[in-house]
């Protein structure tokens, strides 16, 4: 079966930095997606990674290894605003979107 | 970035009434549309999948006569709950796949949700 796996929820302080993990188990592989989602908000979007490797976009960063099945969503310099759910999708070999089941980011001042 | 847009963003309807979503991508053609619906602290869930002109794919212990999809073009899709409980009160949301200029393929964007309360 498929299968998506990252944390329940993560608890954080105000400035420091994060990193979310997730791991995948897919029939195939087209690329790993993650989305933040506030509260009563839809998702979205805020990267996609398909090679092995680091993708840097300002405070977030996302990096890949396929080889391990391994993801994370890294971001620094958090700020209250950031408190959100973190969801991670990968893109099977059909094209579809296999979703985790989210992670909860509480950020504490 | 892309846009998907959905109206209306919030409907209160009595039991038994039939209630429309529409969902539109702005800016770029969708080959595929998704409806999800979402209760409070509980994760997304995929309730169908539509492409443009063909039936759309249901998931399992979704009524496909209550939940009725319409995938008219590559940039609209309408849901139509149908008869409407208190029960189908909830958040959905669409959210449309295609490719546009300078993203990453085949990335998936979310409409911003429809909130449903059936009195």
């Known amino acids: 079966g498929q299968n998506i796996d990252q944390p329940t929820e993560m608890t954080a302080t105000e400035g420091a930095i994060v990193q979310i993990n997730c791991t995948y188990q897919?029939?195939?592989?087209?690329?790993l997606f993650w989305y933040q989602q506030h509260a009563g908000e839809a998702p979205t979007f805020l990267s996609y990674?398909?090679l092995d490797g680091l993708e840097e976009k300002g405070r977030f960063s996302s990096f890949l290894s396929r080889s391990k099945g391994y993801s994370y969503l890294l971001l620094k310099e958090l700020q209250m605003k950031d408190s959100a759910s973190y969801l991670c999708?990968?893109?099977?070999?059909?094209?579809?979107?296999?979703w985790g089941a989210g992670t909860k980011l509480i950020i504490k001042p | 970035g892309a846009v998907v847009s959905q109206h209306p963003s919030w409907v209160i309807c009595k039991s038994g009434t039939s209630v429309k979503i529409e969902c539109r991508s702005l800016?770029?053609?969708?080959?595929?549309m998704f409806w999800y619906r979402q209760f409070p602290k509980q994760s997304l869930m995929l309730m169908a999948t539509?492409?443009?002109?063909?039936?759309?794919?249901?998931e399992q212990g979704v009524e496909k006569d209550k939940f009725l999809i319409n995938h008219a073009s590559l940039t609209l899709s309408t849901l139509t709950v149908t008869s409407a409980h208190p029960e189908d009160s909830s958040f959905y949301i669409c959210?449309?796949?295609?490719?546009?200029?300078?993203?990453?393929?085949?990335?998936?964007?979310f409409g911003p949700g429809t909130r449903l309360l059936v009195l």
């Open positions: 959210s449309a796949r295609g490719w546009t200029s300078g993203g990453p393929r085949e990335t998936q964007y």
């Open positions: 800016d770029f053609q969708a080959t595929t």
């Open positions: 539509s492409n443009e002109g063909s039936k759309a794919t249901y």
């Open positions: 897919t029939s195939g592989f087209n690329g």
């Open positions: 990674n398909v």
């Open positions: 999708a990968v893109l099977d070999s059909n094209y579809q979107l296999i």
